[in-house]
Each structure stands twice: as structure tokens, then as C-alpha cells.
């Protein structure tokens, strides 16, 4: 469970208020204080802050030794950290940590840009059963950033002071206390931006997003490129170390960059961009391989359980059967994983990351770019959504086969997605009407999915039932046929919804 907490900037003279004195806080602990002393290490153009990646080692408490700190891929607030010893390692990063950051590094070097030393006191408040309703931390920095190896400008040293009050088992009602208590004394909320991210410095300033629609079409589409390259750099070591939602985040991220390279061919010099939406399209199949492995498991799963509820009166022999249905995927995925390691280490893949940071350096435009978004990109918008609406018209005509059927939809399907691609960026433009939008259009994503992930589902229970060598388990292959009728009945549910959904869409405010 996360803890609750803020954060306030505060002078280096001021006087902190007597925060036990706060109501319902019975006494407030000695000062525990520390010193902790750190050096950042980064790339010369700082590759790693710019995707808000830090490694640094730590000396002079507890938790010394060499710190990896990673985005999460579900809370853009909350990190990973991975921790090892100091080791021997104190001018260069251990390879551990160099293997993981291989490609946001690419052929750079790492060292040191940056180091600093922190002051910190730790109090507690406590209630009259000596219960820890709060901490507050109290910290006092000196920083300084380093420039590269040879260069004439001298360091840039800078200071600052932070404290955090952070709940424990206190009520919300006291961190509101507290934090009146340190702003009256004269600490103010903290920035979104930290004050170690401009000491890191990252590598040049995010391009400004448009909000107007006359505003030319390359400010929209750079802006929307560069978030997007940014967010697939930084799935790059979260897949390498295996952790959550990082290769389906990192494949999302693709999806939608290669949508946005199509949409925009009018204004982009497509002899530059097309290949890298091929080579993008290779990336993507390879997390697919493993993505799709987890996700068929999970589906399994979960209509195995729900089975299992539905007819109780019938013994499934659920764990022998979990085993016999999961055993193929369970085999697919390593080997989707072991592909999928052999992309990331290859010359190809670097290759395309450094050809995705020029893209974003400096696009081809063409002469059309410099048009305004209420023009010819607004039309390739419509352009995406009327292929919507006709290929769901295809799907609901009458057609020979279900098979035929599925295949439409899953047509319709995928121009949803790109629809719904060209259409997110638009919200800081059309605001709500694009947002709603935008909604309905994932809505009919999302059902249209489903009904796909019951096609394929059904496909690899028929292969296991019709397997011979070896034969499925007499009690999986009941199962089987059993999850085949339930996965039958949930694609026509899916199919009514992705009408009703369709529907929302054709009825959706006009952009523009």
C-alpha cells in the first residue's frame, strides 16, 4: 500500500513550526539525522533523465551501495528501484545495471554528471500509545551538476531544502494540519518538477503541445511523436528486467507511434518514415509474441474459474486441467522471451532507437506540415474515422461464414485503434469534444478486442482438442469444449456491445 504524503519546499533559514503540537499528536520523537552522498551517472546528452531514469551510488547510511531507479509502467509517480552492493565499482556503473540501460544508452558512455549530499532529519509523531501517526522528513541539499569530461564551464552548484510529511497511520485530517502549520510558517507545496531533475538536467525541454486550431499540424505531430519515443525509450529497461506491464506498455506505445507516422504521411517525407514503421512493426510482433502468450494464460484462466462457478455440480478437476491447457502457452512464452532478448541485444533494434531520436531531432516535414490542424490533418482524422464506419457496416452486412464475420471485425478493430490514434492528440485542441470521442472510440476498441481474444481463444482449444501427439487429457479435453461453447456465447455478447458501441461513435460531437 502506498503511503500518503506531501512535499514542501522550504527556505534554508526557515524555522519549522512545533508540528507535535498538531491536534491529535501526543509527542514527537528525537531527531534521527543522517548524511547521504551521492553521484548520478548519465550519458553526456543525458539520456537517462530525460526519460526520468536514474543510477547513482549511495554511501553513508543504511541503504549504500548502487541505486536503479525506474518508472513505473502503471503510476508515472512511483518507481522501481533496484538496488546492489557498492562493490568495487566507484567511477563506472556496474555491468548489471549498464545491461539493463543498454538501450537507452545505446554506444554512449556513462559518467558522472551530477553529485550531491544530503542532510536529512527524520522525526516522528506519535499518539498517546506511542502509534506513529506520521514522519516528517527534513532535508537539506548541496548539489552539484558536472559537466562533461573536459569542458571549460565550471560546475553548477546549487541548494535547496525540502520537507515531507508523510501519513503512517495517522488520519488525512492530520497531513491537512500539518501541511497548514508549515505553510503558515512559510514552506510552500513543492513543484511537480523536482529540483534533482534540474540539477540531472534531461536532454532539452519537451516540445509544447498545440491547444488551437489553427496551430500548424507539425507542432501536433512533434509533440505527440516525441511523448511517444520518450515512453517507448523508457519501457526499454523495464522489459529487459521483466517487470510489470513493460512489454504491453512498450507495445502500446509502438502501436500508436506507427498510427501516428500513417496519419500524418501527408506531412511527413514518407521515404524516411515508412521504413521505420517497418522496422517499428518488427519490434512490435516480437513483444507481441510474448504479450499475447500472457494474455491467452490469463483468459484461461480466469474462464476456468468463472466455469468452475457457473457448474459447480460438476468436478472440472481445475488444477489438472490448468496444467494441461497452460502447457503449450507456458512453453510459447519462454520462447517468446528468449526471442524477444536476442531484438533487444541486436544491432537492428539499437539502430532504429537512434534512427526514432533523430525522428524526433528532426523530423521530415514536408511543404504540408506548416498547414494549420483545423485543415488537412482534421480531414485525415475524419478520413480514419468514416473507414471505421464502413468497415463496421462490412461486418454487419450478411456474410457466408462466421469466420468471414470475425475476420471484418477484427478489420474494424484494428482501424479503431488507429482512429482512435489520431483522435488523442486532438485534446488539447477540440477538449471535451475530442476527449468523448476519443472515450467511445476505446469503448469500441475494447469490445471489439474481446470479441477477438474470443476467436483466437476457441482457435487454440480447438488445435489442443484435435491434437494427437500427444494426446490432450481426457479432463482437459472436456473442459475444452466446454470453454469453446462459454467463449461462443461471450462473442456474440461482445458483438452487441461493439454495435452498441459503434452506435456511441457515429453519434459522437463533430470535431471542428
Known amino acids: ?29 528525537e531527531p534521527q539525522e543522517l548524511v547521504t552522498e551521492s553521484t548520478y551517472f548519465d550519458t553526456r546528452d543525458r539520456r537517462l533523465a530525460a526519460v526520468s531514469v536514474t543510477v547513482r551510488r549511495q554511501t553513508g547510511d543504511p541503504g549504500a551501495g548502487w541505486l536503479l531507479e525506474l518508472p513505473t509502467a502503471i503510476d508515472p509517480d512511483d518507481t522501481h528501484e533496484l538496488r546492489i552492493g557498492v562493490g568495487r565499482a566507484l567511477r563506472t556503473v556496474p555491468r548489471r545495471f549498464r545491461t539493463t540501460l543498454a538501450g537507452l544508452v545505446g554506444d554512449r558512455a556513462l559518467a558522472a554528471t551530477a553529485a550531491t549530499t544530503t542532510r536529512r532529519t527524520v522525526r516522528l509523531l506519535l499518539d498517546e500509545d506511542e502509534r506513529v501517526l506520521a514522519s516528517v522528513t527534513d532535508d537539506r541539499v548541496d548539489a552539484v551538476r558536472l559537466g562533461p569530461v573536459g569542458d571549460a564551464d565550471p560546475p553548477t552548484f546549487m541548494s535547496w531544502r525540502q520537507v515531507e510529511v508523510t501519513l503512517v497511520d495517522g ?13 503558515d510558517a512559510g514552506a510552500r507545496p513543492a513543484d511537480s518538477r523536482s529540483r534533482l531533475a534540474d540539477v540531472l538536467d534531461g536532454e532539452g525541454h519537451r516540445p509544447e503541445a498545440p491547444s488551437r486550431p489553427r496551430d500548424p499540424t507539425q507542432q501536433l505531430i512533434q509533440h505527440r511523436v516525441s511523448d511517444l519515443v520518450r515512453e517507448l525509450r523508457a519501457r526499454d529497461p523495464l522489459v529487459r528486467e521483466g517487470l510489470p ?18 496519419t500524418g504521411r501527408p506531412f511527413l517525407d514518407r521515404e524516411a518514415t515508412d521504413p521505420l514503421r517497418d522496422e517499428l512493426a518488427w519490434l512490435a510482433d516480437a513483444l507481441g509474441e510474448v504479450r499475447d502468450s500472457e494474455v491467452r494464460r490469463e483468459r484461461l484462466d480466469s474462464s476456468i474459474d468463472a466455469l468452475v462457478a457457473e457448474r459447480a455440480e460438476v468436478d472440472w478437476e481445475a488444477d489438472r486441467v490448468r496444467s494441461a491447457l497452460w502447457s503449450p502457452l507456458v512453453e510459447q512464452h519462454d520462447r517468446a522471451l528468449a526471442a524477444l532478448d536476442e531484438v533487444l541485444a541486436s544491432e537492428r533494434y539499437a539502430r532504429l532507437l537512434d534512427q526514432l531520436l533523430d525522428l524526433v531531432a528532426a523530423p521530415p516535414w ?22 471505421v464506419n464502413h468497415l463496421m457496416v462490412a461486418a454487419h452486412d450478411p456474410v457466408p461464414t462466421l469466420e468471414e464475420r470475425a475476420l471484418a471485425l477484427h478489420d474494424a478493430r484494428r ?32 469490445a471489439l478486442g474481446e470479441h477477438q481474444d474470443t476467436v483466437v481463444t476457441r482457435a487454440y482449444l480447438h488445435d489442443l482438442v484435435q491434437q ?30 461493439a454495435e452498441g458501441a459503434w452506435q456511441a461513435v457515429t453519434h459522437s460531437p463533430r470535431l471542428g
Do not use: F, N, W
Request: glycine share 6%; aromatic share 4%.
Open 468 to 497: 494427437t501427439r500427444p494426446p490432450l487429457d481426457p479432463a482437459a479435453a472436456l473442459t475444452a469444449g466446454a470453454l469453446i461453447e462459454r467463449e461462443s456465447r461471450a462473442a456474440e455478447e461482445y458483438d452487441l456491445q
Open 415 to 446: 482501424a479503431t485503434k488507429r482512429a482512435r490514434y489520431a483522435v488523442e492528440p486532438l485534446r488539447p485542441v477540440y477538449g471535451d469534444a475530442a476527449a468523448e470521442l476519443t472515450t467511445r472510440l476505446k469503448a469500441l476498441q475494447t
Open 366 to 387: 514536408t511543404e504540408r506540415a506548416a498547414t494549420r490542424i483545423r485543415g488537412a490533418y482534421l480531414r485525415r482524422t475524419r478520413r480514419e474515422l468514416a473507414r
Open 171 to 183: 488520519r488525512p485530517k492530520l497531513l491537512h494540519r500539518l501541511g497548514k502549520a508549515l505553510t
Open 1 to 29: 500500500m502506498r503511503q500518503r504524503g506531501h512535499t514542501y519546499d522550504a527556505g534554508l533559514d526557515l524555522v519549522l513550526p512545533d508540528l507535535g503540537a498538531a491536534k491529535g499528536v501526543a509527542t514527537l520523537s
Open 245 to 262: 506491464e513493460g512489454v504491453h506498455t512498450m507495445r502500446v506505445a509502438i502501436r500508436r507511434l506507427r498510427s501516428m507516422l500513417a
